[in-house]
């Protein structure tokens, strides 16, 4: 396997795309890690301000009571508003990289035959 059938998708964030044992694992650490190194460099210029969000966020997070609580609403508010501040949640594909990724998942997502048993358990 080549890193291009890994790797359907190199840019602007690289998408790994890997079989698991009931389906595929696809990896966008390389976005994760951009988002982050912008949450650093935001907390590195204004330490109290992005403390603040990000304890609020915990607060939040420790009363939730439940899908609908306020406490719920009010965390997940201020995830979307930390999130969208550092790039937002969404990992953009372009041009052929759309076609690759797709063949890539098809590929992976195709059910997988098992060998028939014979009496006493032994494979076919």
Same mark, same amino acid.
């Given at each position: +396997? #080549?890193?291009?059938? &890994? $790797? /359907? =998708?190199?840019?602007?964030? &690289?998408?790994?795309?890997?079989?698991? #044992?009931?389906?595929?694992?696809?990896?966008? #650490?390389? +976005?994760?890690?951009? @988002?982050?190194?912008?949450? %650093?460099?935001?907390?590195?210029?204004?330490?109290?301000?992005?403390?603040?969000?990000? !304890?609020?966020? %915990?607060?939040?997070?420790?009363? %939730?009571?439940? /899908?609908?609580?306020?406490? !719920?609403? *009010?965390?997940?508010?201020? @995830?979307?508003?930390?999130?969208?501040?550092?790039?937002?949640?969404?990992? /953009?594909?372009?041009? $052929?990289? =759309?076609?690759? @990724?797709? *063949? &890539?998942?098809?590929?992976?997502? +195709?059910?997988? #035959?098992? /060998?028939?048993? &014979?009496?006493?358990?032994? %494979?076919?």
């Amino acid at each position: +396997m #080549s890193l291009h059938d &890994r $790797q /359907p =998708v190199t840019g602007p964030f &690289r998408v790994y795309v890997d079989p698991a #044992s009931a389906g595929v694992e696809i990896d966008v #650490s390389h +976005m994760i890690y951009a @988002l982050l190194r912008q949450l %650093a460099a935001d907390f590195e210029e204004d330490p109290d301000g992005v403390g603040e969000i990000l !304890t609020e966020i %915990a607060a939040a997070d420790r009363a %939730a009571n439940g /899908p609908d609580s306020h406490a !719920t609403h *009010e965390r997940d508010a201020r @995830l979307e508003g930390l999130l969208e501040s550092i790039g937002g949640g969404k990992v /953009p594909v372009y041009g $052929q990289q =759309v076609l690759r @990724l797709a *063949e &890539r998942l098809r590929v992976l997502g +195709m059910p997988k #035959s098992v /060998p028939h048993q &014979r009496e006493g358990g032994e %494979a076919a």
